[in-house]
């Protein structure tokens, strides 16, 4: 079954490059480059989840939001703002409006496209019966257990998070900036270092398997099994 996205941007660059980048993870993707022709889109089908630039011509991107909330057949459609700004004001009107992530330009591909999945993977509650198996790991997001070689390995939260997205990406490099966002969301206390002393722990905690988290450039994280 095909996943739609629709990209509300008007910015004509941005807008090819997010549709090459979401076609390439396998959704099926719609554009609109005002709030006026978004909402065309949405009374021909509505998709699974809209992605809005929030400085549009005419009608904003938050206004667009106020729109879809108070429309019935649209009112459960996820929603991810793109914004350069990235005062914290903004991020809290985005959230308070039903927003259910935010953005602020620029930002990597790579990272918006971890943000639809995720997104679209809680507004399912496919983390409910998620189980990732990777050599002798085995991670169960609905239990949120782990076991490597059938024993059970006991995690943090945080912990358990950042190993789930990092396997969940076998082989993608995660820059530090995409983990916090992934795995830390809100949190405006976490920091690069954060993520490096939690994935020190998880590598301690995985014994012979926390190779597998490697290294990129000093930069990032990824899951590669040695």
Not at 116 to 124: E, N, S, T
Request: glycine residues 8%; neutral net charge; aromatic residues 6%.
């Amino acid at each position: 079954m095909t996943t739609s996205v629709l990209v509300v941007e008007d910015d004509s660059s941005l807008q090819r490059t997010i549709r090459q980048t979401l076609e390439g993870e396998g959704y099926v993707v719609r554009l609109a480059s005002s709030a006026e022709d978004a909402l065309l889109e949405l009374r021909k089908a509505v998709p699974d989840l809209a992605v809005l630039d929030v400085r549009l011509p005419g009608m904003n991107g938050f206004d667009l939001c106020r729109k879809i909330r108070a429309t019935p057949e649209w009112k459960a459609l996820p929603v991810i703002f793109l914004t350069s700004k990235g005062e914290e004001s903004s991020r809290i009107l985005g959230l308070e409006l039903g927003g259910d992530d935010y953005i602020v330009k620029p930002f990597s591909l790579m990272e918006l496209a971890a943000r639809v999945k995720a997104v679209l993977r809680r507004g399912r509650g496919d983390e409910k019966e998620e189980v990732l198996q990777e050599g002798s790991l085995t991670l169960n997001a609905g239990e949120r257990t782990v076991t490597v070689d059938g024993k059970t390995v006991r995690l943090r939260a945080k912990e358990f998070n950042l190993l789930r997205a990092l396997v969940q990406r076998k082989g993608r490099f995660l820059s530090r900036s995409v983990l916090m966002d992934v795995v830390w969301g809100q949190d405006y206390s976490a920091t690069t270092r954060t993520v490096d002393s939690h994935v020190y722990r998880l590598r301690k905690h995985l014994g012979s398997l926390g190779g597998c988290i490697q290294s990129v450039e000093k930069l990032g994280y990824k899951w590669e099994e040695e």
